[in-house]
């Protein structure tokens, strides 16, 4: 089993950046593939931004893309997202994912079989 935990929301105006960060528990971490998602207020959780075990493959949401950026360090059992550019419509809770097989990328919420407990978000004008 795998244990997940986020870190570095915050308060940020728009423009500013973060870097998220999810540490994961368990010797088994690069074989699983991984995956950053978010819900806002009144809305569905949706896809951000997934990566391969190996870390050679990414792909990102069309409303995300050229200014977030995902990453992992298998060595440090932690994946990152890099948030650039930062508008309010970003606001949400961020939530990371891990998948089993990991070989390939995931962009739906189902296919994931962990998830950790979200970090907070907010962008302000």
């Known amino acids: 089993q795998v244990q997940l935990v986020e870190s570095g929301g915050g308060l940020v105006q728009a423009g500013g950046s973060l870097r998220l960060s999810c540490a994961a528990s368990?010797?088994?971490?690069?074989?699983?593939?991984m995956g950053w998602f978010r819900q806002a207020p009144g809305k569905e959780r949706e896809f951000v931004a997934t990566i391969t075990r190996s870390g050679a493959n990414t792909a990102s949401a069309d409303s995300v893309k050229g200014r977030f950026t995902i990453s992992r360090d298998n060595a440090k059992n932690t994946v990152y997202l890099q948030m650039n550019s930062l508008k309010p419509e970003d606001t949400a809770v961020y939530y990371c994912?891990?998948?089993?097989?990991?070989?390939?990328?995931?962009?739906?919420?189902?296919?994931?079989?962990?998830w950790g407990q979200g970090t907070h978000v907010t962008v302000s004008l």
């Open positions: 994912g891990a998948k089993s097989q990991g070989l390939r990328l995931a962009v739906r919420e189902y296919e994931y079989d962990y």
């Open positions: 368990g010797p088994t971490f690069s074989t699983y593939a």
